[in-house]
């Protein structure tokens, strides 16, 4: 059974326990409300008789004599013992909960984890690749060698798309709740684009032999699909300009 499995199988008996448990608060708050609307009105009654003794001169009116009945004195202590009932049951829900979460962060480190695990064994399987496409961009003096740099890099990013959607689905189906983690990208991947970010999906080369990043995202150059003929980064293409304008 995997820790996905145990902590699912963990969680299902927990609704049933604490709805268990409040019911038996809702319950308790009955019985105190009713018990205290009846200690209030036998309060009230026992006042209003001491008053009618004092005038009639029965009872002194000495305060530090006048007490209530032990009836009403029982009902106030039994009021103290449900609400003190009430506030264990609520006590108990509070810990199961905060148990489960803290088997759900164990259990969150533990999936942190195996997905660095899978990240590494994705990782050395794309690097092989990448260092491939490495040799082709060293041919950059021809047009012929720019195109099929441009090819070659496309397939590279592709393999490595499929690796990442490979990992992603499979951290999708172990963490159904959409929950982001902070995983660290490989050192040893080189990173490309205005974004700094290691190959993924369709990317495009500028043409110019000097472009310092060379490499870049579709999206962020705003590209939907591979350029006609040469194509430059907005760096490139602007020193371009101020060349021609000279």
């Known amino acids: 059974m995997s820790f996905i499995d145990e902590f699912q199988a963990n969680l299902e008996s927990l609704p049933n326990i604490l709805q ?47 007490r209530f009945s032990d009836e009403a004195l029982d009902e106030q202590k039994h009021s103290i013992r449900i609400a003190d009932e009430k506030v264990a049951l609520a006590v108990q829900a509070y810990d199961l909960v905060d148990t489960h979460i803290q088997q759900l962060d164990q259990y969150l480190k533990r999936f942190d984890e195996e997905l660095r695990r899978e990240r590494e064994n994705a990782a050395a399987v794309v690097l092989p690749a990448t260092s491939l496409d490495g040799s082709v961009k060293s041919g950059r003096s021809s047009e012929g060698g720019r195109g099929g740099r441009k090819k070659t890099r496309l397939a590279t990013a592709t393999a490595a798309a499929a690796a990442a959607t490979e990992v992603a689905a499979a951290s999708a189906a172990a963490n159904p709740t959409g929950m982001e983690l902070d995983l660290p990208v490989d050192p040893n991947e080189p990173t490309y684009c205005f974004c700094n970010q290691v190959s993924f999906g369709e990317m495009v080369a500028c043409d110019n032999p000097d472009c310092k990043i060379e490499w870049f995202h579709f999206g962020c150059v705003g590209l939907k699909e591979q350029p006609k003929g040469k194509w430059y980064c907005s760096d490139c293409a602007a020193a371009k300009n101020r060349r021609k304008s000279r």
Do not use: F
Not at 27 to 32: A, I, P, V
Not at 53 to 61: Q, S
């Open 20 to 66: 268990k448990k409040y019911a038996l608060i809702r319950d308790l708050d009955k019985s105190l409300q009713e018990i205290v609307r009846q200690n209030e009105q036998h309060c009230e009654q026992e006042i209003e008789d001491i008053k009618n003794g004092v005038r009639a001169g029965n009872i002194t009116p000495d305060t530090s004599l006048i």
